[in-house]
């Protein structure tokens, strides 16, 4: 299938009430700023997610501490803007880290921050907005919503590839879409042009780096924040033979594709690099082999939440499978509300948990999370 991005609609009439949310970053103070010089009566809010966010990352690494939210204050001051604070803490530990933490147990690689914006920015504060009447909410994401000539609201790829962050936003549904705003999805700008405008709007953020990695983990080690919370399990390592190669202090520590970190003491006949092929929650079994042994052909996925309609019958998208990888050709068909995929070229580095974006041309079809893969090579 191709699609053709339909033209954007015309100025709305009337301003919006806007709640735009604000994480203290350059991007969501910017998209602020436009929403509000577009005529439409913004008001910034804060989601305050850690019941401790002392203990959350600071400079760089960080979104969700004290310091944002003072950024984010200081930055609606400079927009002239109301600005508030919401406390989210206790649905995002529900939603996104009791979530993450459960999948990692199960043996499958989940993506908190696609969840994060199903859960908390685009269900809890997108409700919560509604009921106090505000008309959308505003995040500084690099995606685009356009309104085709029928008014069908639809979820399109950024103008600029290099931003694009739509794959995070593949679990928006109709009713989502239909009050979100997008205001940097638009414009081919690179984030130095996005850092040049917010000074040029006095905003104290435009020289702040960008946070990554996981908000909700203070120094990024994934493992050793699993491992405080589901304590350390001892089980082996083994090949594709089921011949014991090693060993680890927690099956939940590894993820499908994962080369280093692995400990292995016995070297591969081959001597070539191994990776991890399969995670075993019951036995607390890690499975390691060739990278060959990687090549996916087909998976089944689950919870598919479209962005519209829900495809009929079976056709060709493109699909895309990690928030920073690349796409791939695929046919897809829904069955019975599972999703199975069929890939024209195999892909590698595909695990249970992650989710799949379908897309038609640069439009967001919609996702689901993985539930099984089907291997080239099957495993012994």
């Not at 509604?130 to 399109?156: K, P, S």
């Not at 033979?241 to 099956?251: P, R, Y």
């Not at 060709?316 to 796409?327: D, P, V, W």
Request: charged share 25%; hydrophobic share 40%.
């Amino acid at each position: 299938m191709t699609s053709q991005i339909p033209s954007a609609p015309p100025r709305t009439s009337r301003p919006l009430r806007v709640l735009a949310a604000m994480s203290g970053g350059v991007d969501s103070a910017v998209a602020a700023a436009r929403a509000a010089e577009a005529g439409h009566d913004v008001t910034g809010v804060h989601l305050a997610l850690s019941a401790n966010p002392q203990s959350f990352r600071t400079g760089a690494r960080g979104c969700c501490t004290i310091e944002d939210s003072r950024d984010a204050r200081r930055a609606a001051d400079v927009i002239g803007i109301p600005f508030y604070v919401w406390d989210l803490a206790e649905r995002f530990r529900e939603d996104v880290v009791e979530d993450f933490i459960a999948e990692y147990e199960a043996g499958r690689t989940p993506n908190p921050c696609l969840r994060c914006n199903e859960k908390i920015k685009f269900a809890a504060l997108l409700d919560k907005a509604l009921a106090l009447g505000f008309d959308a909410v505003c995040t500084g994401h690099y995606a685009q919503v356009i309104t085709g000539a029928d008014g069908v609201r639809e979820l399109h790829r950024a103008s600029d590839m290099a931003k694009d962050q739509s794959y995070v936003l593949g679990v928006l549904d109709d009713r989502q879409l239909a009050h979100a705003m997008f205001p940097l999805g638009d414009t081919v700008t690179t984030k130095d042009e996005i850092r040049a405008e917010a000074e040029r709007r006095g905003l104290a953020v435009a020289k702040k780096p960008d946070s990554h990695d996981i908000c909700f983990i203070a120094d990024g080690d994934t493992q050793g924040f699993l491992a405080s919370r589901l304590g350390k399990a001892e089980g082996d390592i083994v090949d594709e033979s089921g011949a014991v190669v090693g060993s680890h202090e927690g099956a939940f520590g590894f993820t499908i594709g994962q080369r280093k970190g692995l400990r292995i003491g016995t070297p591969a006949p081959d001597g070539k690099p191994r990776y991890v092929l399969d995670i075993s929650p019951v036995d607390n079994r890690v499975t390691v082999g060739p990278a060959a042994a990687l090549d996916v052909t087909a998976l089944t996925a689950v919870k598919p939440r479209w962005c519209g309609a829900a495809p009929s019958g079976a056709d060709t998208y493109t699909a895309q499978l990690r928030a920073h990888g690349g796409e791939t050709e695929v046919t897809a068909e829904l069955v019975d509300d599972r999703l199975h995929v069929s890939f024209t070229e195999p892909v590698r580095g595909v695990a249970p948990g992650q989710a799949i974006v379908l897309y038609d041309g640069s439009r967001v079809v919609g996702s689901a999370t993985i539930a099984a893969t089907e291997r080239a090579a099957a495993l012994a």
